[in-house]
């Protein structure tokens, strides 16, 4: 844990409206594809970045696809 | 058999074609989706060709969370890999129909192989561990390494927290929250412990974390800008 302020994060949430783990992963390829083509992404898919700040598991898969997509995969 | 690597698995007749318009699809994409749908050695040779994308973006994977698998041997790594990327190509054969074309195909491809080596790394790391989920072993203000002098309003907020957790959540909202958000235990780690799914712990999550800032708006703290949501 990083301190006072990232507890309360993690242990309050995002606090606004957000996806479900079922519809993170179904959108999260397009997310990602419109992150890396510089669009503006969370407009695109409403409530993902929110899932992603509080779902660590999904925020993970998040920064390891966007990640790859962009670099490992050359 | 793939060149050059590891088996893939037979799937034969289990995938279903896209859905995907044609006009919407950039070349790669549609080009992989015409040789998946083909019959006899086409097929058979997208599929190997599949199979090795997947094997590296599930390498890729492994090799990122290589620290915390310290435990694992070097075979390990690699037969992680492949089972992952195995598990992968059956996925992505069963699901064609669902692919819409709105990513391309390859960045919908690289999604399931590294989840499949995500989920499986998680697993490994926590196998034979005791999920620490009893409530004796947390304590907020501990937990954040916060001083009364420094932080304030943070150990005042966080003292809140702590009675909240305590008063206002059932056992297994509490047991979740607190495996979660404190212990760190991956959440599909968790929902295989518990017999259940990620989606249904996440809920839970959910659930209590609303219940938390309700009670707290109920003591007086603004947390509005406290979670981790907003831009």
Known sequence: ?74 | MAPGSGTVPHVAGEHTASRAPADALDAESRRWLEDLGASGHAHDEAVARLHELLLRAARFEVARRRRSLAHLRGGDHDDLAQQSADDALVAILRKLGDFRGESRFTTWAYKFALYEAAVKLRRRSWQERELPLEPESWSLIAAAGASPAEHAAEHELLGALEVAIADALSAHQREVLVAITLNGVPIDVLAERLNTTRGALYKTLHDARKKLRRALAADGFDVADAGGGQA
């Open chain 1, 1 to 74: 844990m990083t301190g006072p302020r990232a507890l309360v994060a993690a242990l309050l949430g995002p606090g606004e409206p957000e996806l479900t783990c079922d519809a993170c992963f179904d959108e999260l390829d397009r997310y990602v594809d419109l992150e890396l083509a510089g669009a503006d992404a969370e407009r695109a898919v409403p409530g993902m970045r929110a899932h992603l700040a509080g779902c660590p598991a999904c925020g993970e898969d998040h920064d390891s696809l966007l990640e790859y997509a962009r670099d490992g995969s050359q």
